[in-house]
């Protein structure tokens, strides 16, 4: 044991993040004004938000320039927050005021949804994450189909649950409803009823422990 | 190997590619005769739960098939948006319930990149060997069951023997034997018990007793070999697409390990182990490498118990854990493929939406592309290769 201080931990290997720099350049040289933004996440991760109209053709550089020609999974996110909170509240009392301002995650966003999606490079060893805004009223983006097979049974997933359209899919069907079925369950203004029609029994759980400080739930405690 | 086999295996796969087209063809121009449609399932002891295959046939060779899926949807993304965090782990041990532990894996994983916490190294070791165990238990399973689906039915009592072992473990580390929900943000619940470590290694020589068993009696077997070589062929370019993992990504030789391939605070950096590959691409390559695979994982099972280092199993966090805003993506090398979580959060006590990206759902979307053209018999070979939970499926 010597008393010399602790060596700083040598800098992590950065290729990544050149390698994601040049995913971007290669988007911007292929879509221009179709790439709107693109977060770098350092040694980590990166997001593209591209605009709708060339959201297939995105796919497509993705694939052939870029290498990414793993799908891993698409989907959406529906931004606004819940106005049934997190289905807490005690049905015979009137529900609490909540803030409803709609506020998008990383690369940010104009329009309530959002399709997102995930292709990975095998051979370089990395993912890509890309979004893009979709209208609040018909919402409707390209098929990946042509370019992703995989993509089929995603975009009939997220055609059910978000109500989203997508342009040139082959059979949109749903896949877990019933055909009849009214509504899109993964919106957020979907309820989930069964929080719905009994108080959560869960929130009488909720109890401070001795030294809890009541104004800072998330106050640093030791482990149990 | 060399060159030349590898270019050879590459010919093979495209010449049964070729042919599955050219069987397309000749379907629709000679044998013109009246289709017969044909329902599998839901309840059919060939699909893992309630699958339903629908086949149109023209005699015995299937033109087109369509899975239907859905009959165990639980809605587990809408569900996650009121728990808590810690709560999320109760849920989706219950996506791939024969490997349930894996599945607490990359949520908490996610979780912890959102916190910007890590797990002391004592509780990545940990965390690793039961994701090992997880995968022994689930793939031993699928080793015995494949003999079943094709007719054989001394392997499945073999591999249920086998598995109580592995279940035995995982109940005595973590309290639950099919659904542990162990993990915890920052570490693990508990430390291991007395005796485990010994008791565990006996037991990893009993597994790799098990897989030397079925290597012999079921993979050396010609009458199996015979109804899974060449069948259900899937190209490395087709499986990339159609965004194959796990196995059946490996069998079309596409050497992609998720445990390898990328940088997690897991302790598989810490251990020596192989990613098998295999070049052919059919049914019978997709078995071997799950064979193999659980091979290795008794392996890496028995390097981790070596070195545990010691320590507390639980980082320095919160009672009550709130996650800060951001966005995370974590996947790993789940018992049959990857499996990964988008998790959003808006700094709240639960999570904003997380979408849940399981192995077989991908894996059996390929369904339609890979059944055209077979023959009735092969359609349950081609899919118990596949191998999917259903719980995996629907979500």
Redesign the interface.
């Known amino acids: 044991m010597s008393d010399t201080p602790p060596q700083p931990e040598p800098t992590p290997e950065l290729v990544h993040d050149t390698v994601r720099e040049g995913v971007v350049s290669a988007l911007r040289a292929a879509l221009g004004d179709g790439l709107i933004d693109s977060v770098i996440k350092p040694n980590?991760?990166m997001?593209v938000r591209v605009s709708a109209d060339v959201w297939q053709q995105t796919g497509r550089v993705l694939r052939d320039t870029v290498g990414c020609?793993?799908?891993?999974?698409l989907?959406a996110?529906?931004w606004l927050?819940?106005p049934y909170g997190?289905?807490?509240d005690d049905p015979t009392e009137p529900p609490p005021e909540r803030d409803n301002t709609i506020?998008q995650?990383?690369a940010g966003g104009e329009t309530r949804m959002q399709v997102?999606a995930?292709v990975t490079n095998?051979s370089q060893?990395f993912?890509v994450?890309i979004k893009a805004d979709v209208a609040d009223v018909e919402p409707c983006v390209d098929s990946w189909v042509t370019v992703?097979?995989?993509a089929?049974?995603?975009e009939r997933e997220c055609h059910e649950?978000f109500g989203i359209d997508f342009r040139g899919h082959p059979d949109l069907r749903?896949?877990?409803?019933p055909t009849d079925f009214e509504g899109h369950?993964?919106r957020k203004d979907f309820p989930?009823l069964a929080?719905m029609v009994k108080p959560?029994p869960g929130i009488v759980d909720v109890e401070l422990?001795p030294g809890?400080d009541t104004d800072d739930?998330?106050?640093?405690?030791?482990?149990? | 190997m060399t060159d030349v086999k590898v270019n050879d295996m590459a010919d093979r796969q495209k010449l049964s590619y070729i042919a599955a087209q050219a069987a397309d063809a000749r379907l629709n121009v000679e044998l013109e005769t009246e289709g017969m449609t044909l329902n599998i399932g839901p309840q059919h002891p060939a699909t893992h739960g309630t699958l339903r295959i629908i086949v149109r046939l023209d005699g015995e060779q299937v033109i087109w098939a369509e899975p239907g899926?859905?009959y165990m949807?639980r809605?587990y993304?809408?569900?996650t948006?009121?728990r808590t965090f810690p709560q999320v782990t109760a849920l989706v041990n219950r996506i791939d319930w024969l490997g349930s532990f894996a599945n607490e894996v990359p949520f908490i994983l996610a979780a912890e990149?959102l916190m910007d916490v890590e797990a002391p190294p004592r509780a990545q070791w940990i965390r690793t060997i039961l994701f090992e165990l997880s995968r022994i238990a689930n793939v031993s399973l699928f080793l015995g069951d494949l003999g079943v689906q094709l007719g054989a039915i001394t392997p499945v009592f073999m591999a249920f023997r086998d598995r109580e072992y592995v279940l035995n473990l995982i109940e005595s580390a973590t309290g639950g034997r099919f659904h542990p929900n162990f993990d915890r943000i920052?570490?693990l619940k508990e430390d291991l018990p007395a005796g485990w470590i010994t008791e565990t290694k006996q037991v990893m020589k009993k597994l790799r007793n098990f897989c030397d068993e079925i290597d012999d009696l079921l993979f050396g077997n010609e009458i199996f070999q015979s109804r899974l070589r060449g069948i259900g062929v899937i190209p490395p370019?087709?499986a990339?697409?159609?965004?194959l993992s796990g196995a059946n990504l490996r069998a079309s030789g596409?050497d992609?390990d998720l445990r390898r391939?990328?940088k997690l605070p897991l302790a598989y950096d810490k251990v020596d182990f192989k990613v098998w590959t295999h070049p052919d691409g059919d049914s019978f390559a997709r078995c071997w490498i799950r064979l193999q695979e659980t091979r290795e994982a008794t392996k890496i099972v028995d390097q981790l118990l070596d070195g545990i280092p010691s320590g507390s199993v639980?980082?320095?966090?919160?009672?009550?854990?709130?996650v800060p805003e951001?966005?995370?993506?974590v996947?790993t090398e789940n018992p049959l493929g990857?499996m990964?979580y988008?998790v959003?959060s808006?700094g709240?006590?639960?999570p904003f939406?997380v979408?849940i990206?399981s192995a077989s759902?991908?894996n059996i979307?390929?369904v339609p592309?890979v059944l055209r053209g077979v023959y009735v018999p092969d359609i349950i070979s081609i899919l118990a290769s596949l191998y999917f939970i259903l719980g995996d499926i629907?979500r």
């Open positions: 980590d991760d997001w020609d793993y799908f891993c999974f989907s996110i529906d927050p819940s997190r289905g807490e506020k995650g990383y997102f995930r095998l060893h993912g994450t992703y097979a995989g089929n049974w995603h649950m749903n896949m877990y409803l369950p993964l989930l929080r959560w422990l809890d739930p998330a106050a640093e405690a030791e482990p149990t | 899926a859905g949807h809605g993304e809408k569900l948006e009121v990149k920052g570490g370019e087709v990339k697409q159609y965004g596409v992609w391939d990328q639980m980082a320095k966090v919160p009672r009550i854990i709130k951001g966005e995370a993506w996947s990857e990964g988008y959003v808006k709240d006590l639960g939406r979408k990206r759902f991908n979307s390929i592309w629907d």
